[in-house]
């Protein structure tokens, strides 16, 4: 009985080393893995996903407010610091990961989480949300063609050229005596577009003409600014959200206007040149100043 046992057992040893030499593996017949994508991440990136929600903005007692100021500025997207936020200059890059300022609103306000509102010249910034606007008339005032069929119906809008090289932030400066400090909420924000050619002639303008296609909330942009990543260039094992970058103010800036018995004019209406820089420069220094005189020593 032990001597069928042993025998079974050698048969079996047998196959399976027949087998095993079977599937030997030359370099010709390497099976193909159809399942694996390689990935240049030595990691996974855990800090940006799309369930990240941004800190939520706390409550404040009209009470505690015993100073406020408004404060409008201007973000140059040709500064070194604001780079960051210009490219990509269209579409997306790392496979959708990394969008631009202006490339992930537009995406917002065509997936209606953001809704954009119509720039009024002659209010301004005075009510910047008076009148919701459109893709229509945002591709059409930052340059781009509107499609209708035959019948004049309308179709699509294919989008221009965006040379958006500036970005206008309307801010509220406030003291919180509750906490003793200075805060600042950003309100408002809205591309700055350059229009090069006359729009009925199609000639090259002798300069560029400033133009607004539409104004957003900044409160309502959080959510999306929180789970996309913006690029830093200082450190890729470092990723931040567009909402950190605004909240923890890494941008560069400057001041553009300040709310005042003149109706929230602009510096350069009644500045030239240099001065308008100098006087940006007192604005800033005006709200250091105010700020240390809240204090007691």
């Known amino acids: 009985m032990k001597a ?22 030359s370099p010709g017949n390497a099976p193909v893995i159809n399942t694996y994508t390689p990935s240049t991440d030595v990691y996974k990136s855990e800090t940006i996903i799309p369930e990240k929600k941004p800190v939520p903005y706390p409550y404040i007692r009209e009470a505690d407010v015993m100073w406020a100021k408004d404060i409008w500025r201007a973000i140059d997207l040709r500064h070194r610091q604001n780079m960051p936020l210009r490219y990509p200059l269209e579409g997306s890059m790392s496979d959708g990961e990394r969008y631009s300022l202006f490339g992930l609103i537009m995406e917002g306000i065509k997936s209606e989480e953001i809704t954009p509102y119509k720039w009024n010249v002659i209010s301004g910034w005075k009510d910047p949300f008076a009148e919701v606007s459109s893709l229509e008339n945002i591709y ?29 932030v309307q801010e509220q400066w406030y003291f919180d005596k509750q906490h003793s400090t200075m805060n600042v909420r950003i309100v408002a924000i809205a591309p700055i577009y350059y229009q090069r050619y006359d729009e009925v002639t199609g000639e090259l303008l002798p300069s560029p003409r400033q133009r607004i296609p539409f104004v ?27 909402d950190d970058l605004f909240m923890q103010r890494r941008f560069s800036s400057t001041i553009i206007a300040e709310s005042n018995e003149f109706g929230n004019r602009m510096l350069n209406d009644y500045k030239l040149g240099q001065d308008v820089l100098l006087e940006a420069e007192r604005i800033k220094n005006d709200l250091m100043v105010a700020e240390h005189d809240l204090w007691e020593y």
Do not use: K
């Open 216 to 242: 957003v909330s900044f409160p309502q942009c959080r959510r999306l600014f929180a789970t996309h990543a913006v690029y830093n260039p200082r450190n890729d094992a470092q990723a931040i959200s567009f």
């Open 140 to 168: 059409r005032e930052s340059g781009g063609d509107s499609v209708y069929d035959d019948n004049g119906n309308f179709l699509e809008v294919q989008q221009g050229m965006t040379d958006i090289m500036q970005w206008q």
């Open 4 to 25: 069928r046992r042993y025998l079974f057992g050698a048969v079996v040893l047998a196959i399976w080393t027949f087998s095993l030499s079977a599937q030997t593996v």
